[in-house]
């Protein structure tokens, strides 16, 4: 039976499509998702795949968008089911705006042929869903897979899409692909002065560079707060809580992490340090820790949901963050954990990388030391085990500069006021599909 069509009665939803989820890593993703929520905005929630991750962080339960997977499995029967829709919504496509889909299809990268054609493929199915349920604009959390896959649905539909940039996805994406990206897009978000202007020397257009939209994160400030931690109160003469936060990887800097700890060690500073987070270095760094002869004083704590890790924060005096920039250009953003420990009041010591001396300042709201140097790193944590009071003076300006500049709430306001302009100028659909089978 052929589909009917029926004009579009509203378009007033906003799509949202990230990579996989929920991630026990992405909390700034489920934050985000929750916060657009929260502002009244009607969300229609896309993710490529579910990663199956055997825990999931508690809030995820309040999200009240049902999440339509774009990869519903590695079974044959959801293969075939998703094969199905693939085909009947691109003969869909084909057959209402042929003119469209040529011109998508025209834009598939040999040069990368096998990620467009899949990126392709799949933003069909998307195009067809969104047209479905009235979403007039979508945006896309990653400039790599989401925001090619966004792009697409542009080109099949019309519908206009945004997306964001953050470290990962900004850094190691082909300049060229990333500049029709954004040339194609509404806006682009960015959470980092050092990501904006990473993306704008990318950029030649200047109409592209205008594009861009400084949004940082932000954190929450009620929820992570100095009452939650004890850190800075450490009774005098105990061991220096150090604590560090993040998957275990290579731009997290944990071998030159250990490499301080055990310079740390060798100069008599008593001190304890738990380390958070789940990842493929972890037999590398137990092995290490061992060789260095931290197995006493170093522990792996695997991945936590954020409950467990704002206990870390409140059992903490300072939180260490060895960030370096990989040999393949990756690096982090701003690191979640890094604001996490400054809303708390704690005192953070990091590499001056990427975003973080954004948040941490010099000497005001931390300490930084040069990325990859780990005697710099032990220096920074010598001193502040041996001075409580510039650990205090540190922390508590930490958590005023978060309660100042990085209020999770005051950030997203005006991303929230883009998303609304955009809806209310948002085209209305020439047909959307209903009913019987498409195709």
Not at 297 to 309: D, K, T, W
């Amino acid at each position: 039976m052929r589909a009917t069509t029926t004009p579009a009665t509203r378009t007033e939803a906003l799509g949202y499509l990230t990579k996989r989820f929920p991630r026990l890593s992405e909390t700034f993703i489920l934050d985000e998702i929750l916060g657009l929520e929260a502002a009244g905005l009607p969300l229609r929630l896309f993710s490529i795949a579910d990663p199956h991750e055997p825990l999931v962080q508690p809030d995820v339960s309040r999200v009240a968008s049902p999440v339509g997977y774009l990869l519903a499995g590695s079974g044959w029967p959801a293969r075939l089911a998703g094969a199905r829709e693939g085909l009947a919504a691109h003969l869909h496509l084909l057959r209402t705006q042929p003119g469209r889909w040529v011109r998508a299809a025209a834009n598939i990268r040999l040069g990368h042929l096998g990620a467009s054609l899949k990126h392709f493929w799949l933003a069909g199915r998307l195009a067809v869903r969104l047209q479905r349920q009235g979403v007039g604009h979508l945006h896309a959390a990653f400039a790599h897979g989401p925001a090619s896959i966004a792009r697409y649905v542009h080109l099949l539909t019309g519908i206009s899409f945004s997306f964001s940039a953050h470290a990962k996805d900004l850094h190691l994406s082909t300049p060229a692909v990333l500049a029709s990206k954004v040339s194609a897009a509404e806006f682009v978000l960015v959470c980092s002065s050092d990501a904006s202007a990473a993306l704008t020397r990318m950029l030649t257009d200047p109409a592209a560079r205008a594009k861009i939209v400084y949004a940082p994160h932000g954190v929450d400030t009620e929820r992570f707060s100095p009452a939650e931690a004890t850190g800075a109160s450490r009774p005098a003469g105990q061991p220096l809580r150090i604590l560090a936060v993040g998957r275990l990887v290579p731009k997290k800097g944990y071998p030159v992490l250990l490499e301080a700890l055990a310079g740390l060690h060798r100069g008599g500073v008593e001190f304890s340090a738990r380390i958070v987070g789940g990842g493929d270095l972890r037999p590398e760094l137990v092995r290490r820790i061992d060789e260095l002869g931290l197995t006493d004083r170093v522990e792996l704590l695997g991945a936590l949901a954020q409950p467990a890790v704002r206990a870390e924060y409140a059992a903490a005096d300072v939180l260490v963050q060895a960030s370096v920039v990989t040999a393949n250009g990756d690096r982090d953003g701003i690191p979640n954990s890094v604001m996490e420990a400054m809303a708390c009041g704690l005192p953070v010591v990091a590499s001056s990388v990427a975003g973080i001396p954004e948040v941490v300042r010099d000497g005001r709201t931390g300490l930084l030391v040069p990325p990859g140097d780990s005697a710099a790193l032990t220096a920074a944590l010598q001193r502040l085990a041996g001075d409580d009071s510039l650990r205090r003076q540190l922390g508590t300006e930490a958590r005023a500069h978060a309660v100042r500049e990085l209020s999770r709430s005051a950030c997203l306001r005006p991303v929230v006021d883009r998303f609304r302009a955009r809806l209310a100028t948002a085209p209305r659909p020439a047909g959307v599909p209903v009913g019987g089978r498409l195709g």
